[in-house]
């Protein structure tokens, strides 16, 4: 019997992921490219049909594991349900999409079909994968500033310089390295290694490493304390260019 608001005869379930990772200092998505129509050609979120006997974030984990050949999700959760009629040719898909995370100094080997890239310049993207990748930078933006979240894209150790970046470069606004160190250290989330960095090529005091206390998300304030100063940006110009995020990619993640 045809849905009487749409006419089509059958309505399909898929998964998709917006999974994101800091390369090389900026926000990126791992996409694929697909060789068939409809949209061949253009790039894609990973993801498939769900399968009979799954839930939906079993299936969308099995998709990334067999698909895309990746493990290294330190953080999924469910983004939303995009569901228009229209929203690919042919019988109706729903798509249930999930924000994944990748730690910056994972370096996954990904088929040959599927690449890293910025968030901030899409390549032409599928149906509407590149709405779904936006909703899922703009919710890791949000909980970044109320929960702790940064343990999903940091590597297990780091000085508070280092965090600093990847936050930069995850929420699009300069973060002040001292007040990100204290909202983390009254929210309880960073623990001192008792280690300290290598020093740079300018010498300088070495920096102390901390680590995240907890590797799963938790609510830590009850709203967004890392939102930009408006006042501040206007008072001060234009903002400063991101710096280059040293971290190193872990040879225990291939």
Same mark, same amino acid.
């Not at 998709?63 to 009629?85: M, N, T, W, Y």
């Not at 390549?123 to 343990?151: E, M, Q, W």
């Given at each position: ?24 200092? *900026?926000l990126q998505v791992l996409l694929w490219q697909r060789a068939q129509q409809p949209d061949s050609g253009r790039w894609a979120l990973p993801g498939?049909? #769900? ?7 079993t299936s969308v984990l099995r998709q990334l594991a067999d698909k895309v050949d990746l493990r290294e999700i330190a953080h999924i959760e469910q #983004?939303?349900?995009? $569901? ?14 999930? #924000? ?13 079909? *599927? ?12 149906? +509407? ?5 936006? +909703? ?39 973060? $002040? ?45 009850? $709203? ?31």
């Amino acid at each position: 019997m045809a849905d009487v608001t749409t006419g089509k005869t059958e309505v399909g379930h898929e998964v998709l992921a917006a999974v994101l990772q800091i390369r090389n200092g *900026t926000l990126q998505v791992l996409l694929w490219q697909r060789a068939q129509q409809p949209d061949s050609g253009r790039w894609a979120l990973p993801g498939g049909r #769900l399968g009979a006997t799954e839930d939906v974030q079993t299936s969308v984990l099995r998709q990334l594991a067999d698909k895309v050949d990746l493990r290294e999700i330190a953080h999924i959760e469910q #983004l939303g349900v995009f $569901s228009a009629p229209d929203r690919v040719p042919g019988v109706r898909l729903v798509a249930t999409a999930f #924000l994944g995370l990748v730690p910056c100094d994972a370096d996954p080997t990904v088929p040959e079909d *599927t690449r890293w890239h910025p968030v901030a310049e899409l390549p032409p993207t599928a149906f +509407d994968h590149a709405a779904i990748v936006r +909703d899922g930078r703009d919710r890791l933006r949000a909980k970044l500033s109320y929960t702790n979240l940064g343990f999903a894209l940091a590597p297990a150790e780091f000085s508070v310089s280092a965090l600093r970046d990847l936050y930069v470069t995850a929420l699009g606004h300069p973060v $002040s390295a001292t007040n990100l160190q204290r909202v983390l250290a009254r929210r309880g989330v960073l623990v001192p290694t008792g280690a300290t960095a290598p020093p740079g090529p300018a010498g300088g005091r070495p920096a102390a490493l901390f680590r995240f206390a907890e590797r799963q998300l938790r609510v830590t304030d009850a $709203s967004a304390v890392l939102r930009p100063s408006h006042a501040a940006d206007a008072a001060s110009g234009p903002a400063p260019p991101l710096v280059t995020i040293r971290c190193q990619p872990d040879p225990r993640a291939r």
